[in-house]
């Protein structure tokens, strides 16, 4: 049972253009939600992150989107660059006492030059 | 401030041997989980540790693997009796306590072939 999707395997983007990374959720006890980057051969790295109690956050070029009613959340990137070509991971804790987290399969984004 | 260091980068164990991941966590983190990525896969959680303690091993298989955090020295994975299927990479995340932050910092993971 796949309780954190990402529908899109890839994505192509223009640099300079917004990239919007969509993560779907099923299940309501999820508290805190995480985007995480991953290179070839690299750990994920930590990018941004969102409490179920707030609908958007901000980081640099990097927001969240929460809608919990749709139980949905992107990630928009602006603007985009060729460094940020990686995969993208949405995680998702029901931040009980062992705050493991749930993630979803990723999304390859490419940005072109 | 070291990030989470794992070793090592690559193992390749033929069929019926062990393999041993180890896992030093970022400096000032007390707690330790591990993931494993198959091939087209996302993360998925086995084991969450704290300092001499196994607090949820939920997502570990029943047999052949086990895990430990001891009071000195790093959180080790262990794999007994491995199979093709055990192929993956192993990340080890390391964090303060949940009620201070939720964010994990994973390291650059294990790469285990086993032949």
């Known amino acids: 049972d796949q309780q954190v999707k990402q529908n899109s395997p890839s994505l192509s983007v223009q640099e300079g253009r917004i990239s919007i990374l969509n993560c779907d959720y099923t299940?309501?006890?999820?508290?805190?939600f995480l985007w995480y980057k991953k290179y070839p051969a690299e750990g994920p790295t930590f990018l941004i992150s969102?409490?179920?109690?707030?609908d958007k956050n901000e980081d640099g070029r990097f927001t969240v989107f929460l809608n919990k009613s749709a139980k949905h959340l992107s990630l928009h990137i602006v603007p985009s660059q060729p460094g940020d070509s990686a995969v993208y991971f949405c995680?998702?804790?029901?931040?009980?006492?062992?705050?493991?987290?749930?993630f979803g399969t990723g999304t390859l984004l490419a940005v072109q030059p | 401030n070291a990030g989470v260091m794992q070793n090592p980068r690559h193992l390749v164990r033929r069929r019926g041997q062990e393999a041993r991941l180890r896992c030093s966590p970022m400096?000032?983190?007390?707690?330790v989980y591990w993931y494993r990525q198959l091939p087209e896969e996302g993360l998925k959680f086995m084991v969450y540790?704290?300092?001499?303690?196994?607090?949820?091993e939920s997502g570990m298989p029943k047999e052949r693997f086990s895990a430990e955090f001891p009071k000195e020295g790093p959180s080790i994975l262990r794999i007994q009796q491995v199979v093709r299927g055990d192929s993956a990479a192993y990340f080890c995340?390391?964090?303060?306590?949940?009620?201070?932050?939720?964010?994990?910092?994973f390291g650059p993971g294990t790469r285990l072939t086993v032949t």
């Open positions: 969102i409490s179920s109690i707030k």
């Open positions: 995680a998702a804790s029901d931040g009980g006492a062992t705050n493991k987290l749930i």
């Open positions: 995340a390391s964090s303060p306590p949940y009620w201070a932050s939720y964010e994990q910092y």
């Open positions: 540790l704290q300092k001499e303690n196994i607090i949820d």
């Open positions: 299940n309501s006890m999820f508290d805190y």
């Open positions: 400096k000032g983190h007390s707690h």
